[in-house]
């Protein structure tokens, strides 16, 4: 729903008020469209369900090579993907995608 242009357009549309909290105006938005107790609800996690972590991770190994990922990043990028990292996977995952959008749009 963060992406649906109507979203947008109405969020802009809205003038910022001093010292509302910063989901006040999608809370209000969705108060009409979902139920109270899904607002209220505490938050929660969620897996991405990414298969096995060797993959993503024997993907993060090749992506050292990518110019992007070389040049538009730090150096230290590496290390959030290594091997017994929390979440090394998700973000290895990540970085694949992000070096194949990079290589699609010659951002390199």
Same mark, same amino acid.
């Given at each position: 729903p963060l992406l649906d242009r109507r979203v947008i357009e109405w969020g802009l549309s809205r003038p910022p008020v001093e010292g509302e909290p910063p989901k006040a105006p999608l809370r209000e938005f969705l108060r009409r469209r979902v139920p109270q107790r899904t607002l209220e609800r505490p938050k929660q996690g969620f897996s991405l369900r #990414?298969?096995?972590?060797?993959?993503? #991770?024997? /993907?993060?190994?090749? #992506? /050292?090579?990518?110019? *992007?990922?070389?040049?538009? #990043?730090?150096?230290?990028?590496?290390?959030?993907?290594?091997?017994?990292?929390?979440?090394? /996977?998700?973000?290895?995952?990540?970085?694949? *995608?992000?070096?194949?959008?990079?290589?699609?749009?010659?951002?390199?």
């Amino acid at each position: 729903p963060l992406l649906d242009r109507r979203v947008i357009e109405w969020g802009l549309s809205r003038p910022p008020v001093e010292g509302e909290p910063p989901k006040a105006p999608l809370r209000e938005f969705l108060r009409r469209r979902v139920p109270q107790r899904t607002l209220e609800r505490p938050k929660q996690g969620f897996s991405l369900r #990414l298969g096995d972590p060797q993959v993503w #991770l024997k /993907h993060a190994d090749r #992506l /050292h090579e990518h110019a *992007f990922m070389r040049t538009a #990043l730090s150096p230290s990028w590496t290390d959030a993907c290594a091997p017994g990292t929390n979440y090394a /996977h998700a973000r290895a995952y990540a970085m694949t *995608f992000l070096a194949r959008w990079a290589e699609a749009h010659d951002a390199c």
